[in-house]
């Protein structure tokens, strides 16, 4: 097989797209912020939770390496507004999150916590604010890309196929996360559910603290 065939109408060859899935799914499966997340809100809320929060995180990747193609970088005056303006949203957004988890109530004996009221829409904007949030990411992209891709010659359609293969490999390893989240909460015993929602609350309030302070 030519190492060199090209996906069609696309500049990426077949050999660069493997790698970059493959490099994109090593790095979303290490643990950072969003894992933590996912994980946290899989692990209280439910693996529905789960993955409406990586598919948030998956949809922040999405806008970050769209802003990396267009050429924002972390130089202009406007990035520098719009980083300060979604940290501090995105930060009291979780701490909001994270207090309103850690009151809610429990019925005693219930294998999950109730969710009444917990939103799948709010699980998507905790993920994908945060993301967002981490907009130095873009530089992550500028310097991953290029291996794969010239970026200045970069198409409408190389961007839809990078754009699918950030979603596969993102997507793929927070879902992981989300499931390694809700199979640890089922191994906690009924009475200790309540200790484990107030947990995900603090994980919340904490990330939220984190984004606000740094």
Same mark, same amino acid.
């Given at each position: 097989?030519?190492?060199?065939?090209?996906?069609?109408?696309?500049?990426? @060859?077949?050999?660069?797209?493997?790698?970059?899935?493959? &490099?994109?799914? *090593?790095?979303?499966?290490g643990?950072? +912020?969003?894992?933590?997340?996912?994980?946290?809100? $899989? $692990?209280?809320?439910?693996?529905?939770?789960?993955?409406?929060t990586a598919?948030?995180?998956?949809?922040?990747?999405?806008?970050l390496l769209?802003?990396?193609?267009? /050429?924002? @970088?972390? /130089?202009t005056?406007l990035?520098?507004?719009?980083?300060?303006a979604v940290? !501090?949203?995105?930060?009291g957004?979780?701490?909001w999150?994270?207090?309103? &988890?850690?009151?809610?109530?429990?019925?005693?004996?219930?294998?999950?916590?109730?969710?009444?009221?917990?939103?799948?829409?709010?699980?998507?904007?905790?993920g994908?604010?945060? @993301?967002?949030?981490?907009?130095?990411?873009?530089?992550? !992209?500028?310097?991953?890309?290029?291996?794969?891709?010239?970026?200045?010659?970069a @198409?409408?359609?190389d961007?839809m196929?990078l754009?699918?293969?950030?979603?596969?490999? *993102?997507?793929?390893?927070?879902?992981?996360w989300? !499931?390694?989240?809700?199979? $640890?909460?089922?191994?906690?015993p009924p009475?200790?559910?309540s200790?484990?929602?107030?947990?995900g609350a603090? *994980?919340?309030?904490?990330v939220g603290?984190? +984004?606000?302070?740094?």
């Amino acid at each position: 097989m030519d190492n060199d065939v090209v996906i069609a109408n696309s500049g990426l @060859t077949v050999i660069a797209a493997a790698a970059l899935l493959g &490099t994109g799914f *090593v790095v979303a499966l290490g643990p950072s +912020l969003s894992s933590i997340l996912v994980a946290s809100r $899989s $692990s209280t809320l439910g693996l529905v939770h789960g993955a409406y929060t990586a598919a948030g995180v998956v949809a922040g990747d999405v806008a970050l390496l769209c802003a990396a193609v267009l /050429g924002l @970088t972390a /130089g202009t005056v406007l990035f520098e507004h719009v980083d300060l303006a979604v940290r !501090y949203l995105g930060g009291g957004f979780l701490l909001w999150l994270g207090a309103r &988890t850690l009151l809610m109530r429990q019925p005693a004996g219930t294998e999950q916590p109730t969710v009444a009221g917990v939103s799948a829409a709010s699980s998507f904007a905790a993920g994908l604010l945060l @993301t967002l949030a981490d907009l130095k990411a873009i530089a992550f !992209y500028l310097a991953l890309l290029p291996a794969f891709i010239d970026l200045e010659l970069a @198409t409408p359609p190389d961007l839809m196929v990078l754009v699918a293969i950030i979603a596969v490999s *993102v997507g793929g390893a927070k879902l992981a996360w989300a !499931y390694m989240g809700a199979r $640890s909460a089922s191994a906690v015993p009924p009475r200790l559910r309540s200790a484990l929602q107030r947990l995900g609350a603090i *994980v919340l309030i904490a990330v939220g603290a984190l +984004l606000l302070l740094r």
